[in-house]
Nanobody
Framework: QVQLVESGGGLVQAGGSLRLSCAASGSIFRAYTMHWYRQAPGKQRELVAEITSGGSTNYADSVKGRFTISRDIAKNTVYLQMDSLKPEDTAVYYC?????????WGQGTQVTVSS
């Protein structure tokens, strides 16, 4: 079982930036696709960004051009750089590791964007 620990959330004004981190318990990136999801109150969890084992990235339309997913293989850490934040980005952000049917989740980190 992969252990994931997110950090970096907080309160920021609209237009500001935050960087989320997701530390994995081992060297998993060459076998796992890593995702960032988010869930706002009263809404379903939605995929924000992913980075595949080969390093390809994909983004939800709502965050394209503002968010960047990256990874540091040596540190077993995935990042989500969030720029030009909007109030609608307010949510709990979760890190996910997926390989075949094996899926692991972090505990989530709260991001609140004030207008």
């Amino acid at each position: 079982q992969v252990q994931l620990v997110e950090s970096g959330g907080g309160l920021v004004q609209a237009g500001g930036s935050l960087r989320l981190s997701c530390a994995a318990s081992g060297s998993i990136f060459r076998a796992y696709t890593m995702h960032w999801y988010r869930q706002a109150p009263g809404k379903q969890r939605e995929l924000v960004a992913e980075i595949t084992s080969g390093g390809s990235t994909n983004y939800a339309d709502s965050v394209k051009g503002r968010f960047t997913i990256s990874r540091d293989i040596a540190k077993n850490t995935v990042y989500l750089q969030m720029d030009s934040l909007k109030p609608e980005d307010t949510a709990v952000y979760y890190c996910n590791a997926l390989s075949g049917v094996i899926s692991s989740w972090g505990q989530g980190t709260q991001v609140t964007v004030s207008s």
